[in-house]
């Protein structure tokens, strides 16, 4: 028959269907609880039984082990017991002896005294009848021995015993001491043996009256033998439990207790039994002993039983002590449990009765109000079913719209259940990651984790979502094909009503591009472009952490500054890509001379630092300091160019010269500092006088920078003249500082500061507008037209000159014809092609070009004629010796011959003697400058010069 089921049936229904259940379920229960009860029951009883039988066998082992404790305690009394009772009787002895010498003395002769005390001692005996006295005197000579009167009388002292020990020497030795008494160990042939010797302790005693030993002694085997005796008599008494005994053999099988054995009758059954546990308790023994189980009779004679022992082993007696357990001594206390168990059963039995009759009458009233419940329910769920069906008209549009955003959004969209396991990904999440939405459903999105992340980051991000419902951050992951890729992931979580996680929605994008560029930035930050080495920056953060690493294990650390030597020579003569190409290679035998953990960087220009952790001895720095000057030095061939550089190095450690990188940077560069000023090509460790020098040095520059702020800075005039005339026809511009403090500073000593600081810039342009201002001022004032030469720098001529000179002609309106730019070959050679073109704008605002110090450099003739020069300079190092020289003299008149041809003015500097202006007259050399004619002069001593010049 078909049911008719609606909203008024379902309720009846479920309460009949609900009572029958609770009423099944109910006597399902009972019978189970029934049979579980009854099974634990027995179980407890087998279990009992076992921890029962446990507990006596361990009271079986706790019993053995303390008999045979006892019997080696026993044992290792003997030589206590004999040294013990010894000396119990030599005291008695010397007692008795000094009781006779005190009554007979003086009374009868010494002699008759010592006989009295002889035939005393000789009848005492002791230790089972074998101990007797002796007496010897300190020469050895045998007074007393009971057993042997015949010696009386003879000397003993070298007697030896079997292990070549003299036996009265050692007696006399005993007494030897502060206390007069004492024990002797030696061997001696035993009673029961006459052949064999036996270990024997003495005790003697020195009797002062006549200088006497009196002592006595016992064979150790023959006290262990009293003390076995003691022991078996003991054991064979001692009882356990109802029937517990302990029973010993020895290792023959000789049974030396059984307490029980006398009570049994003596039958063949008994013998055979016997016999047969014998032979079990032997072999267990050679074993080391244990439990075993035999036949064997109660001690009322009862039996034969199967019977439980323990057996163990007195090696040092040979003996084997057995104590068993009969299996009577068990069944009074199972019975007692046995029925204390019933008892609890019983009572478990009708407490469950009672529970499962209440539950079933109580789960009938609850299916009662449940029915009544569910009526109403389904009233409600029935509106609640047209109300939702509205809604879910009204939300349809609502869901269209988000499956579409879903399908079209560019960053990929993954929505799982609140088991993770994904329930749906878009198009652009498969465009991400290569898997289809069939390949990723259903699975954890774990399954496309790269490995790079810790469990603990991936516990954070849980964490994160449980406690704020959201999460976003960078995630490496694996595509399909395998390759890993950095992503931006957030993930949000979408909660019931209730609270409970209803999903999770985890959007994604693809940020390669972006972190690639990071990567390619981070390089950038803290890598050198050109050599690939650590910029100043990382080496920085690596030696913050090495001095960590350095304090915790208490190591030093050392940092080298690498300089290398005029390589400025280099980057002028050849020109930047040769001198980059120089330090490329310079890093890469930098890298391959130091060591493996060693940070090699680039600071700037041609200065390396390299980071040496985990230094012990200065040694080992200097050990790479010279294996960075060997291999620098070796030459280099650059686009057929044999290029040698030599490296000068500034050595500073940690601690003792710098705690933070800073200090340690700023030490290492003074030491270098110092190595350039000692002759270069060599290493320097730091001193605390250089970081005075340095200081100095610092000082000096600030001093500087301020000096030319302050207009502390003066200009004198080297006047050149006509070497023809003798008329002046110019003036080289020379600065001078001076020094509040110090005083009138020359340029030696200010202007390789400047050029490695910086300065010269300011200071150049400085010098160029002060000589412009001066000559100016001459011109106004009438004077005859000089020109002026200004010295230009490298780094002058390399920072916008061109623009400089034309900003200071305008605003001081000195004529550019009347302006001399001295140069020198390095400086135009850096860059020759470069140089033409700033010369050719230099010639165009109108000024002279001179060449300085014209053959002291590495110019090639064929750039030197394309060189828009005025006027050649003959350095006064090429002056100093003519005309004896022979090498000066064809230098000059070749510089002189050559300035011809090229129509260009030559001007000889550092004039000093007559005959070096005859030489340069005769060769045709037009100006001259030197002390012989005039030294440098202020600019008012300048216009005396002029005044005298101008014509009456």
């Known amino acids: 028959m078909k049911l008719k089921v609606n909203a008024q049936s379902l309720p009846k229904l479920q309460m009949v269907g609900m009572v029958s259940f609770v009423l099944l379920f109910t006597l399902l229960l009972g019978g189970y609880f029934l049979y579980e009860q009854s099974q634990h029951r027995d179980f407890q009883l087998e279990t009992l039984k076992k921890e029962i ?27 206590e017991i004999l040294k013990r009772e010894s000396k119990v009787h030599v005291d008695q002895a010397i007692a008795i002896a000094q009781s006779i010498y005190d009554q007979q003395k003086g009374r009868i002769p010494n002699s008759e005294i010592k006989a009295l005390i002889r035939e005393a001692l000789r009848d005492i005996r002791f230790f089972a009848g074998r101990g007797y006295l002796f007496i010897d005197d300190l020469d050895g000579l045998c007074i007393l021995l009971p057993t042997a009167p015949h010696i009386e009388g003879r000397s003993l002292l070298n007697n030896k015993d079997d292990t070549g020990h003299y036996i009265m020497r050692g007696l006399i030795e005993a007494v030897s001491n502060p206390e007069q008494a004492g024990f002797s160990r030696y061997r001696w042939y035993a009673p029961d043996d006459n052949k064999v010797m036996r270990d024997k302790i003495a005790y003697v005693r020195l009797f002062e009256p006549f200088q006497w030993i009196i002592g006595t002694g016992d064979y150790l085997y023959q006290i262990e033998n009293d003390l076995k005796t003691e022991t078996l008599r003991r054991l064979e008494r001692f009882r356990f439990g109802d029937n517990g005994y302990i029973a010993i053999v020895d290792f023959n099988g000789q049974v030396l207790v059984n307490p029980i054995l006398p009570s049994i009758p003596d039958t063949s059954l008994k013998q055979t039994l016997k016999q047969k546990s014998l032979e079990l308790i032997l072999e267990k023994a050679k074993s080391g002993g244990g439990a075993i189980s035999y036949d064997w009779f109660y001690p009322d004679g009862r039996g034969p039983v199967i019977k439980r ?166 995630v490496w992951n694996r595509r399909k094909d395998g390759v890993l890729f950095p992503e931006w992931l957030s993930i949000s979580m979408v909660k019931k009503e209730d609270g409970q996680v209803k999903n999770y929605v985890a959007t994604l994008s693809d940020i390669s591009v972006r972190k690639e560029s990071e990567e390619r930035l981070r390089y950038l930050a803290e890598y050198d472009s050109l050599t690939d080495l650590p910029n100043r920056r990382l080496l920085a953060e690596r030696t913050t952490q090495m001095l960590h690493v350095a304090e915790h294990n208490r190591q030093q650390l050392a940092l080298l500054f690498v300089d290398l030597d005029r390589f400025k020579n280099v980057n002028d003569s050849l020109g930047h890509d040769i001198g980059d ?103 320097q460790f730091f001193t605390h006088e250089m970081n005075v020098a340095v200081s100095e040095r610092l000082s000096m520059e600030n001093a500087l920078r301020q000096g030319i702020l302050r207009d502390e800075l003066k200009l004198a005039y080297q006047p050149q003249y006509c070497i023809e005339t003798g008329r002046l026809r110019g003036v080289e511009a020379l600065v001078r500082w001076q020094h509040p403090e110090k005083g009138l500073i020359g340029p030696d000593q200010f202007i390789p500061l400047a050029e490695e600081s910086g300065l010269i810039i300011a200071l150049g342009e400085w010098v160029l507008r002060e000589a412009c201002c001066q000559g100016q001022h001459w011109l106004k004032q009438g004077y005859p037209t000089i020109e002026i030469a200004v010295n230009v720098s490298a780094l002058q001529f390399r920072e ?10 305008t605003e001081t ?52 004629k394309r060189f828009p020069l005025d006027k050649l300079k003959i350095d006064r190092a090429f002056v100093r010796d ?38 340069l007259k005769q060769q045709g050399c037009q100006l001259a400058q030197g002390f012989l004619l005039d030294r440098p002069l202020w600019g008012q001593d300048v216009e005396q010069r002029l005044q005298q010049a101008m014509p009456d």
Request: a negative charge; glycine letters at 4%; aromatic letters at 8%.
């Open 309 to 474: 022992a323990l057996v163990k082993v007195v090696p040092e007696w040979e003996w084997v002590l057995v104590a068993g357990l009969y299996p009577d001594d068990l069944t009074p206390l199972l019975d007692r449990h046995r029925d204390m168990l019933d008892k609890q059963w019983v009572r478990s039995l009708k407490t469950l009765l009672l529970v499962l009759s209440l539950s079933s009458i109580s789960a009938l009233i609850l299916a009662l109000i449940f029915s009544g419940w569910l009526k109403s329910l389904f009233r409600r769920y029935q509106a609640d079913i047209d109300r939702q069906q509205a809604e879910l008209t009204d939300n349809a549009q609502a869901l269209e719209l988000a499956a579409q955003v879903f399908q079209s959004a560019t960053e990929g969209i993954v929505i799982s259940d609140p088991h993770n396991h994904i329930l749906a990904v878009n198009p652009a999440f498969t465009e991400i990651t290569g898997y289809t939405e069939a390949e990723a459903i259903g699975r954890d999105p774990s399954f496309m984790a790269s490995g790079n992340h810790s469990d603990l980051f991936y516990a954070s991000m849980w964490q994160a979502l449980s406690e704020k419902g959201h999460w976003q951050g960078e």
């Open 800 to 809: 916008g000159l061109v623009s400089m000179v034309s900003r200071v002609l």
């Open 581 to 683: 190409q120089l330090l490329c290679e310079v890093a890469k035998r930098l890298t391959t001379a130091v060591r493996g953990n060693d940070t090699v960087s680039r600071v700037g220009g041609d200065e390396f630092v390299i980071l040496c952790p985990e230094i012990t001895q200065p040694e080992q720095a200097a050990a790479i300091a010279s294996r960075i000057l060997t291999d620098i030095a070796m030459s280099i061939e650059l686009q057929s160019h044999l290029l040698t550089v030599t490296p000068s190095i500034g050595i500073a450690f940690y601690p003792q010269d710098g705690e933070n990188f800073e200090t340690l940077y700023r030490n290492a560069d003074a030491a270098l500092y110092h190595a350039k000023n000692q002759g270069r090509d060599q290493y």
């Open 813 to 864: 309106e000195f004529p550019p014809q009347n302006l001399v730019l001295e140069m020198t070959e390095s400086t135009l050679m850096s860059d020759a092609n470069w140089a033409i073109e700033t010369l050719d704008e230099l010639k165009a605002l109108g000024a002279w070009i001179s060449l300085d110090d014209f053959g002291t450099g590495y110019s090639s003739l064929a750039y030197l």
């Open 53 to 79: 039988l446990l507990q006596q066998e361990a009271l079986l082992e706790s019993e053995l082990n303390a008999s045979v404790s006892y019997t080696h305690y026993m044992r290792t009394r003997t030589e």
């Open 882 to 919: 003519l005309p004896d020289d022979a090498e000066d003299v064809a230098i000059t008149s070749a510089i002189i011959s050559l300035a011809r041809s090229l129509n260009l003015l030559t001007v000889a500097e550092g004039i000093e003697t007559p005959e070096q202006l005859a030489f």
